[in-house]
Structure formats: C-alpha cells, structure tokens
C-alpha cells in the first residue's frame, strides 16, 4: 500500500523567511509524485509533476526536489500570498490511482 | 470558465435524504474522480473511471453510487445520507496518456443534519 506523509502539518513564516517542506513516501516503484496548492474554498491546484531521484521543477518562488524516499518543497522568500495548504500525492507501479498526503498549511506574515 | 466545474457548490440536506453531486469537464480528459475532504483525514477517493463504460470503486465506496453519463460528466450520489458524510467532495479529471496530474474542480460543501 502506497503512503505518503507530509511535514510539519503546519508552518509559520515571516515574509522573506526561507523554509522547506517535506514529503515522505513509500511507494512499489514510484511513477510520480506530485505537488498542489489548495486555497481555502478551492479545489487543489496542480504545481508539478517528479518521476525520479534528482529531478528538480522550479515555479517563481517554489522548487520541488525529489530522492528516492522523500520529496522537497522549497519556498525561497516567500510572500503573504504563498499561504496555503501544500499536498503532496504520490503513484506507484501497483495502483492506478494518487494516494494524497494530508497536507502542509503553510502562513506567510507580513 | 472553469474547466472543472461541480455543482451546487454547497448544499445542506437531512438525514435520509437522496443527494446527486454533478461534475462536467471540458477538458477532454477520459479518466475522472470523486474524492471527500475531511479535517485531519486528508483526500481519500470514493469512486474513479476511466472511461465511459469503466467504474471503479475506491477507498471509501460503501454509502455512494457514481453514474459516467458522458465523457464530459460524473455524478455522485447518496442515497440515504447520514451526518458522517458532512464533508467538502471534490471532482477531478485526467489525461489517460502517462502519469498525467489531476485536476480539481472547487468542490461541494455538503451537510448533513
């Protein structure tokens, strides 16, 4: 069974104040994992897509980093409007379908 | 236009009561899903298909029927609803070529009383 965990479950940042967040996964042989933004009120918006070990994919202040048990989301000085709930899912070689981390709920302060 | 759309967007209903959730696309995508959205428990799926002929039973099936009626659409019911399934209930979509991401409507915020 694939399963995905995601951390720390909440994160509080100062404007500018640079920080990650983490992704743990087990999967029987990973064909992807993938990021999304979830505003509140709103479904989950794609960010990227990672198929294998040191692949990186960068968008404005974000970069996503992949190894072979985890995932990164960088946030590289990060503004009020990058708060949000970051999730993380992951496809494995035995499924068809995503299994979902519960999520990062990620504050950005002015 | 949103390329997802789920309606209604909120709804508040009584125990007992039949329930349809409607989703439409026009992405031209083959695969679609249903998932609820619980504080602490994260997405978990409840039915997906493939295509039109194609239905799936996923985590948490047990209390709700799906029908793919087109393509384009995707429909969740409950029959009887009870308060348990108060939830927020996405609808997504995907290309079947690759490892194609998913993509989320905005979702039914539905309560049971």
């Known amino acids: 069974e694939d399963q995905v965990t995601q951390s720390p479950e909440a994160l509080r940042l100062q404007e500018g104040e640079s920080s990650s967040l983490n992704c743990s996964y087990t999967v029987s042989g990973l064909r992807g994992l993938f990021w999304y933004r979830q505003d509140p009120g709103k479904g989950p918006e794609f960010l990227f897509t990672?198929?294998?070990a040191g692949e990186e994919k960068e968008k404005e202040r974000l970069k996503a980093t992949l190894t072979k048990k985890e995932s990164f989301l960088h946030i590289t000085a990060p503004k009020p409007e990058d708060s949000a709930t970051y999730l993380c899912a992951v496809i494995g070689s035995g499924y068809s379908t995503l299994t979902f981390g519960k999520g990062t709920m990620l504050l950005v302060s002015p | 236009d949103a390329d997802v759309t789920q309606t209604p967007r909120n709804r508040i209903t009584k125990t007992g009561k039949r329930i349809m959730l409607e989703c439409s696309q026009t992405k031209g995508h083959d695969r679609m899903y249903w998932y609820r959205q619980d504080p602490g428990l994260g997405l978990r799926l409840i039915y997906y298909s493939f295509d039109v002929k194609d239905i799936n039973k996923g985590e948490i099936s047990d209390g709700y029927s799906v029908s793919r009626q087109a393509q384009a659409k995707f429909s969740l019911s409950l029959e009887s609803a009870i308060p348990n399934q108060t939830a927020l209930y996405f609808c997504?979509?995907?290309?079947?070529?690759?490892?194609?991401?998913?993509?989320f409507g905005d979702g039914t915020r539905l309560s049971i009383l």
């Open positions: 990672l198929y294998s």
């Open positions: 997504a979509t995907s290309a079947s070529t690759g490892n194609q991401p998913q993509h």
